[in-house]
């Protein structure tokens, strides 16, 4: 008995509603959002929330399974690679009396799930009735391990409350022959190989079930299959677990079999509650790094618990051949791709509070430096130009075509024109060695990719007769103006790139003198090309007006229709859609932050005032067609000093996937816009930027945030800082590490260990 105490304990959500997400009922209109939203990850592992009621004879619908880096290509042969899901390990039949136990769709009052995302749980429970004297009430967890990522875990627990009957209780697996190949099917253990990529796939899965406490042996077992029948009477207490193992293999020479049945037998030898605390655990942990806290704003509070919760589910510090996709591990839509989201959204939040993770995704395009280097060269250019879209060996995957909102056919120039990835990159690289100092990264890898990318912007940025180096036929961050010259946000941040690029050379031949000549050599890198480097930087056309201090977001930008879009405002479809394609591009408006990207990024290039001057040109224009968009504005807009702007598109970039009504989440929850909301609260709000010797603090909370408090790692320390808005008070606590410098309205002062700072923030 004292098992299923446990379970009830278990099988119930954290009490305090800031941590949880609840769904009551069932509403067939928003159950993909739902999905979406609800789902559950570990950065190898990601279920989507599919909720346990029945559509139909199955008790449990099917929930998707991801597993990062698991990528096949359809067949065809200019088929975009995909992830492809493994098949459904949570499938659940129940029979009563020899029928289905059906749950009727339309019943809104008998089913809860709650999304604990304090525990990394996803729970449900409900009640069934077939009928007036039968009733079963059911609670459900499901999670898939954040200490031992191959595992999952599944406990249903069901109580006969009244009636005396016959069941039969039915786990298997559904979906075994979706586009993956079996080889092996046995009872305890699947192994599947992708069709084209040569990828391997096992799942390795025991189960067991237990009444009033005591184990009921299964009453007929078949290929990843068990069933068990018994005779219910009120008041009995059913629980039934079933751990999973999944591992995936790169090559074809490996089966992945022996090292599940390996990870199941270590979950097994702990059990379910051992998995459990183990989990359990590693999110406590996450959460002490990475918790966000608002006091004066409980909504704020729970979306940002919402973005910590998917962002800290998303990333694998273990594997470093795979990244994030622009939906994570949530849903399907862009195939599991990698953008610029991960670098540019997504790092900032692992560098300060998950270096390991940070690194593991920085290393993922440390090897597909190789693809990077090809794509260059195959379109004419030297050095690394990485895919805009990329998969899991990095070569080029954005799809040539694909059908717009308004159902049209149309082509996608990213995959050529999108080229700032290559600079995203780089930036990346560095601010995640500025923020930790991991020297050996740099050394080893990270060098070698700011160098190939310098490189790539030396040759593609042209000298031409007017003196300047140009960089023609682009797209930058605004997607709606293609084939443009001299975007300004690529050109800036080519020539910041070319100037890192110059850095590296110096600081490796200065330190590492013997990996320089080793490195440069393997590069074929000579002192003739690096001072043609730093002509390019030093003749980059950028579009800047040294009169009005705008830069001009491409060549003829300003020429263009200036469309009010206030005029506008309130329309559901991006505004593409509502003035047309033709109409778009040949105007102002813009898709998302571009200019307001390069003033997020690089605020240095934006001489005194002309920061102001430059938001204020283009935050008008922009018409947020991206997700990404609203909580750079935010981020902007709360530097500037305008805390209720940046507030607003703070809510904006909320709703996106916490509210039915805005953009549709049915593919995936938007994790590079829940990477901007941290963003926007912690460089935004807390003002937090770095420096060679510390930390910089200029905060700007909104009106009704009492106090914003969260934890940072930076140069292998950690600090924890606390705004108080209502005693006009910053509290700075080291809590490892060697003093530092945290600097708080311009003063530095010194941060150690055994002294928590306190620093007066009022204006005098
Ligand atoms: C945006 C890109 C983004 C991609 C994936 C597009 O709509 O314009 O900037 O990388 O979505 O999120």
Redesign the pocket.
């Known amino acids: 008995m004292t098992r299923s105490v446990a379970m009830e304990h278990i099988l119930e959500p954290t009490a305090d509603p800031a941590w949880v997400l609840e769904s009551e009922g069932y509403d067939p209109l928003r159950e993909s959002n739902v999905e979406s939203r609800f789902a559950i990850s570990n950065g190898f592992l990601g279920i989507r929330g599919g909720r346990s009621t029945t559509r139909g004879a199955r008790w449990v619908v099917p929930a998707r399974t991801y597993v990062a880096g698991l990528f096949d290509t359809p067949g065809a042969d200019r088929a975009v690679p995909g992830l492809v899901p493994a098949a459904d390990w949570l499938q659940v039949r129940i029979l009563l009396s020899g029928a289905p136990m059906v749950h009727h769709p339309g019943d809104v009052s008998s089913h809860r799930m709650t999304l604990d995302m304090r525990r990394g749980a996803l729970l449900s429970q409900g009640h069934h009735f077939k009928s007036p004297d039968l009733r079963v009430r059911v609670r459900t967890l499901r999670l898939v391990s954040l200490s031992e990522r191959a595992v999952g875990l599944q406990l249903i627990q069901f109580e006969i409350e009244e009636g005396t009957l016959e069941v039969t209780f039915e786990a298997a697996f559904e979906g075994m022959n979706l586009g993956l190949v079996s080889e092996q099917i046995e009872q305890d253990l699947g192994v599947w190989r992708t069709q084209h990529s040569g990828k391997g796939l096992a799942m390795a899965t025991a189960s067991s079930l237990r009444i009033d406490g005591h184990d009921l042996p299964p009453a007929a077992l078949g290929q990843l299959k068990s069933s068990w029948s018994w005779t219910a009477r009120p008041g009995q207490l059913v629980c039934f677990e079933r751990a999973v193992a999944i591992v995936r293999s790169d090559t074809e020479a490996l089966n992945p079999g022996t090292e599940a049945r390996e990870k199941l037998g270590l979950a097994r030898h702990v059990g379910w509650r051992g998995v459990v605390a183990a989990h359990e655990a590693a999110w406590a942990s996450r959460w002490q790094s990475s918790e966000v806290e608002v006091e004066g704003d409980a909504a704020a509070q729970l979306v940002l618990r919402f973005a910590l919760y998917h962002l800290n589910s998303a990333a694998n510090p273990a594997d470093e051949r795979v990244s994030i996709g622009?939906r994570a591990l949530t849903g399907d839509v862009?195939h599991g791709h990698v953008?610029?989201?991960t670098e540019i959204f997504l790092l900032p939040f692992y560098v300060l509070t998950w270096p390991d993770a940070a690194r593991a995704l920085l290393m993922y395009r440390f090897h597909t430096l190789d693809a990077a280097r090809a794509k260059a060269v195959g379109m004419g250019w030297r050095g690394a130009l990485y895919a805009w879209e990329s998969a899991d060996t990095g070569v080029e995957t954005t799809p040539e075509q694909v059908i717009a909102p308004d159902h049209r056919v149309i082509d996608v120039l990213c995959g050529k024109q999108e080229q700032h990835i290559s600079a995203d990159v780089a930036y990346a690289v560095w601010q995640y060695w500025q923020a930790t100092g991991d020297d050996e990264f740099l050394r080893d890898a990270g060098a070698e990719i700011i160098l190939e990318t310098g490189r790539f912007w030396s040759s593609r940025a042209q000298p031409e007769a007017d003196g300047y180096c140009h960089i023609r036929g682009v797209i930058g961050?605004d997607?709606y103006h293609q084939n443009i010259d001299d975007n300004a946000f690529t050109n800036v941040m080519a020539r910041w790139n070319i100037r890192r690029a110059l850095d590296v050379a110096a600081l490796l031949r200065e330190r590492w003198p013997v990996c320089w000549t080793r490195l440069s050599s393997r590069l074929g890198l000579d002192e003739a090309e690096l001072k043609r480097w730093l002509d390019v930087a030093e003749t980059m056309a950028t579009g800047l007006d040294p009169e009005t201090g705008l830069f001009e977001q491409f060549a003829g930008y300003f020429a263009l229709e200036d469309i009010d879009l206030t005029n506008y405002a309130g329309r559901s479809v991006p505004i593409d859609i509502v003035i047309g394609r033709e109409r778009t591009q040949k105007s102002q408006v813009v898709?998302?932050a571009d200019v307001v990207a390069l003033l997020c990024l690089l605020p240095e290039e934006f001489a005194h005032g002309a920061a102001a001057e430059n938001f204020r040109y283009y935050e008008p224009r922009c018409s947020h067609g991206?997700?990404?968009s609203p909580a750079m504005h935010g981020l902007v807009a709360a530097r500037l000093g305008d805390a209720e702007m940046a507030l607003r598109f703070f809510r904006q970039t909320a709703a996106i996937d916490l509210s039915d009504t805005h953009v549709a989440i049915d593919g995936g929850v938007?994790i590079?816009a829940l990477g901007g909301i941290w963003m926007l609260a912690v460089f935004g709000f807390a003002g937090l930027s770095l420096r060679n010797d510390g930390i910089v603090i200029d905060a700007k909370l909104p009106a009704g945030w009492r106090s914003l408090a969260f934890g940072v790692q930076w140069r292998r320390r950690h600090l924890r800082i606390r705004i108080d808005q209502d005693k006009q008070r910053l509290e700075a606590t080291l809590e490892s590490g060697e003093p530092m410098i945290l600097v708080v309205r311009d003063e530095p002062h010194e941060l150690r260990r055994d002294q928590a700072l306190r620093v007066f923030t009022g204006r005098p």
Do not use: T, V
């Open positions: 622009a862009y953008f610029w989201d961050p997607e898709k998302q991206s997700s990404l938007h590079g």
